[in-house]
């Protein structure tokens, strides 16, 4: 998952132990975002923070991450994965750059170095990330296309403050937890559902999906870069299932990338099954151990199931269709009155 925080202005030296602990309070509040290492970033304007849960190059993936070029340095907190990583650095090789890992950070920041504000056409994946630019003494901010990974920030008297959740916001001074009455009105109106960059909070937003931000000494301004379109379908019946199975095989297979060993989460719906068809046939295709799964089951969940025109069978029926056809290690969470306890599959009445 990971997590990042920051704040910039141009009217105070930030480089004080008073902001040093105002930035390890806001990277507190998001420790179980990243349980695995912390990093810190400090200048004159601008600090950032990230707290990390490693999936990929665990030595060369450390964050902030700062790459120096020339006569100037950027400086990058990432929570995501790109799933287009490898064809970004053969083209970044192509135009002179080096590596030193294999992590997708990197490759992010460099790609940023190249293309500047268009990077984020350049990108596949799930993202949300902050670059400051020392020589352009800039914060630039960019968040997915669908909004997968958070970001929200305010903007108060003396600059911007940003971070993965809500809650570190309030840990820097003059941010207070004020209820919106527009928002909180949405909320109780339409559920979940809200105006999108608007938050529960007075003058805290999200950034929305789809765009990025820009802060400097000339102020703040948000843009966006993709908007996504209906188009007409022509295609046959064989050639939409062809391009079904490309879509999903490739959109599946570059979200394994991994240091860290794979596992699905196998409900015994369609979605879930899709997913670990595709997981394990990657796994046996690349040498790897045979892929984990894990389920959720309730005791006597087979004996007080009753079959429907939707649903002939339960759960539990189509996910040993799924272990046994692909011979997967499975493992199975019975719950029973609120307690938990883990178990190979078949053991549904264990207690």
Known sequence: MCGIVGFANFKQNLESDSYKNVLSNMMYEIKKRGPDEDGFFYSNNCMLGH???????????????????????????????????????EELTKHGFEFSSHSDTEVLLKSYVHWGYDVVNKLNGIFAFAIWDNSKQELFMARDH???????????????????EVKSLFKYPSIEPVINDVSICELFGIGPAHTSGNGIF???????????????????????????????????????????????????KRQLVSDVPLCTFLSGGLDSSIIT?????????NGLPPLNTFSVDYVDNDKNFKKTDFQPNSDNYYIDLMVKKLRLQSYCYCIRYSRTCQC????????
């Not at 669908?146 to 993965?164: E, M, N, Q, R």
């Open 51 to 89: 707290k990390r849960l490693i999936v990929v190059d665990p030595a060369g993936g450390k964050q902030p991450m700062t790459y120096r070029n020339s006569n100037n340095s950027f400086t990058i907190v990432y929570n995501g994965q790109l799933y287009n990583t490898k064809e970004l650095r």
């Open 146 to 164: 669908f909004g997968v990974k958070p970001l929200y920030f305010s903007i108060i008297d003396d600059g911007i403050v940003f971070a993965s």
């Open 202 to 252: 007075k003058d805290i937003f999200e950034l929305k999906p789809a765009h990025f931000a820009i802060y400097n000494k000339d102020g703040f301004n948000v843009k966006r870069y993709w908007k996504l379109e209906s188009k007409p379908h022509f295609d046959s019946l064989g050639t939409t299932c062809e391009k079904v199975n490309f879509l999903l095989e490739d959109s599946i």
């Open 277 to 285: 068809l595709y997981a394990a046939n990657y796994c046996k295709e």
């Open 344 to 351: 190979f599959r078949g053991c549904y009445d264990c207690s």
